[in-house]
């Protein structure tokens, strides 16, 4: 089939990359001239594995194309996906201009049917939006040529991105047209095979399913961090509270880690567009403000750890910081945990020498040369000549060091941990001030 894509971010380029991977001829379409070229040349702007392989092979064997000609991906697809960002606006709620300007350009060029698929995360009512707009253009143009708007919603992991797309749990397609949906079958059958995971609906339920599930997700997260809290206070573990409840089939281990807060580009965004939502229609949407609050708070979690740990007194103090990106396995840095507890510390004059494995070019593309701020090449170099250290994100390499690594090259042998990586007994036998989440000091 031809697939054209509007957006290379990360959810575009993964849909483009898996969709040329099973044979189509799509192309990628950005306004970013400095990015196109670069994918042009086989240069890939996000860290995600697999994902450059996969550009690689299908770019060089002529199935995958990009481009800045929006006129050309309209001419190219059968099927128009658009995958493009919906920043938050001030307010907080989801802010659609892109999508509409893709709509706009479909409108104004498009020539014969076409099926518009909505991949972006959009508040519901947005493929009402696009189909307008669209409609609008056509007018315009004296044309009445038939289309298609349906909302296909993204459940990529970042980091695990190319698994959850070819290999998705559901594949929800909200369609209100047969020849819509048939054609989406028709798109997903190679990810389709062993049993039907396609979920159809109307076009509203989808884009909500999407609000839906990183709403239960995030709630986990702040339900779970509230409860760290309390068990931290009252004398308790969280981690054996956490494998007590999830044994409960009807709570499951999944998604219960507590940890220094969620971040990312989704959880954040999504949790405030839906808020948004609700109050224009009048809801006073509880759960989700608290969810968001309860989330604000926990990111500030690891500071008030610090600054206990040094009595309130980190001016002049060098603090390590383990772990840049809001989680591991991206190099993703947007609403990190890590930035939270970063301006916190130079606010408090403390210094940071910082570590992550693949983060340090984007965290030296955030923050630039500050004196305050010394990216380190190893894990073990960030540790020399710091007070302490902060673990942000829980990064597989950081799991296996030894706790004497702690005691021989920190000043003081404080290790506060935000993601729950080492055991409290052993970090204590070695002689380490060690606090986590939840469990006692
Ligand atoms: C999230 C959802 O998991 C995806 O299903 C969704 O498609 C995506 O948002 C999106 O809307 O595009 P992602 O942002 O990549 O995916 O990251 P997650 O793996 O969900 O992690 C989010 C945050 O929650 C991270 O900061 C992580 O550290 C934190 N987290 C996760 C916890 O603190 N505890 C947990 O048990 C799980």
């Not at 993204?154 to 698994?163: M, P, R, S």
């Not at 369609?175 to 079958?185: K, P, S, Y």
């Not at 890590?338 to 030296?364: H, I, N, Y």
Request: hydrophobic letters at 40%; a negative charge.
């Amino acid at each position: 089939m031809k697939i054209t894509v509007f957006g290379s971010g990360y959810v575009g380029l993964v849909t483009g990359a898996c969709l040329a991977d099973v044979g189509n001829d799509v192309v990628c379409v950005d306004v970013d001239r400095d990015k196109i070229e670069k994918l042009r040349d086989g240069i890939v702007p996000i860290y995600e594995p697999g994902l450059g392989a996969m550009i690689e092979t299908n770019r060089v064997g002529g199935n995958l194309d990009f481009t800045t000609d929006a006129a050309r991906g309209v001419a190219h697809g059968n099927i128009l996906f658009i995958a493009v960002g919906t920043p938050p606006d001030e307010d907080g709620s989801a802010d659609l201009r892109y999508v509409m300007a893709v709509a706009q350009t479909i409108g104004i060029h498009m020539g014969e049917y076409k099926l518009i698929v909505n991949k972006s995360t959009v508040p519901v009512g947005t493929a009402d939006a696009v189909e307008s707009e669209i409609k609008k253009q056509l007018m315009a143009r004296n044309q009445s040529i038939d289309f298609d708007v349906c909302s296909n919603p993204e459940f990529l992991k970042e980091g695990a991105a190319i698994d959850d797309f070819t290999k998705a749990t559901r594949i929800v397609i909200g369609a209100e047209t047969a020849q819509a949906l048939e054609l989406m079958r028709e798109l997903y059958a190679p990810y389709n095979r062993n049993h039907d995971k396609i979920i159809a609906m109307d076009i509203r339920s989808a884009e909500l399913t999407k609000y839906a599930a990183n709403a239960m997700l995030a709630t986990k997260i702040s339900l779970m961090n509230e409860l760290a809290n309390i068990a931290e206070r009252i004398g308790a573990d969280i981690e054996h509270v956490r494998i007590g409840i999830g044994s409960d089939p009807r709570i499951g281990y999944h998604f219960i880690y507590p940890g220094c807060g969620y971040g990312g580009s989704c959880f954040p965004k999504d949790i405030r567009a839906l808020t948004r939502s609700a109050a224009s229609l009048g809801l006073d949407a509880g759960v989700l403000a608290a969810v968001e609050l309860v989330n604000e708070n926990q990111k500030q979690n690891l500071f008030a750890k610090v600054s206990d740990a040094f009595s309130g007194n980190l001016a002049g103090k060098t603090i390590a910081v383990w772990g840049l990106a809001f989680k591991p396995n991206t190099d993703d840095m947007r609403e990190a945990p890590s930035r939270t507890l970063m301006d916190s510390l130079w606010a408090a004059g403390a210094r940071v020498r910082a570590f992550d494995p693949k983060a340090m070019e984007e965290c030296s593309r955030i923050y630039g040369d500050r004196a305050d701020l010394v990216l380190c090449e190893t894990a073990i170099d960030a540790l020399h000549g710091s007070d302490a250290l902060v673990i942000c994100t829980e990064w597989k390499a950081f799991r296996t060091v030894e706790p004497s690594l702690f005691t021989h090259t920190l000043a003081h042998p404080i290790v506060i941990d935000g993601r729950n990586i080492y055991e409290p007994s052993r970090m204590r036998s070695a002689g380490i001030v060690y606090y986590s989440i939840g469990r006692q000091t």
